[in-house]
C-alpha cells in the first residue's frame, strides 16, 4: 500500500541538502518545509517572520525551538 507524506516531510528527510539561511515566505513549498522543521502551523510561522525577520535563527528564538 502506498503512503503519502507531506513534500515538507520529503524534503526534510533528504540528507546533504542544506536548507537556506532565511525563509522566503511567500514560496509555499519553503514554509510547509520550515512549519514542519519547527514543529508549527503555516499561520504560526508567518506570524513570526513578521514579527522578528526571515533569518532561521531569529525564527527559531523567537519559536522557543
Same mark, same amino acid.
Given at each position: 500500500?502506498?503512503? %503519502?507524506?507531506p513534500v515538507? +516531510? +520529503? =524534503?526534510?528527510?533528504? @540528507? !546533504?541538502?542544506?536548507?537556506?539561511?532565511?525563509?522566503? *515566505? *511567500?514560496? #509555499?513549498?519553503? @514554509?510547509?518545509?520550515?512549519?514542519? @522543521? =519547527? *514543529? +508549527? *502551523?503555516?499561520?504560526? %510561522?508567518?506570524?513570526?517572520?513578521?514579527?522578528? !525577520?526571515?533569518?532561521? #535563527?531569529?525564527?527559531?528564538?523567537? %519559536? !522557543?525551538?
Amino acid at each position: 500500500m502506498i503512503s %503519502l507524506v507531506p513534500v515538507a +516531510v +520529503v =524534503l526534510a528527510s533528504e @540528507r !546533504g541538502v542544506r536548507p537556506a539561511p532565511v525563509i522566503d *515566505s *511567500s514560496d #509555499a513549498t519553503q @514554509r510547509d518545509y520550515w512549519a514542519y @522543521r =519547527l *514543529s +508549527v *502551523s503555516p499561520t504560526e %510561522l508567518n506570524a513570526a517572520i513578521e514579527k522578528v !525577520g526571515s533569518s532561521v #535563527a531569529a525564527v527559531r528564538r523567537h %519559536l !522557543g525551538k
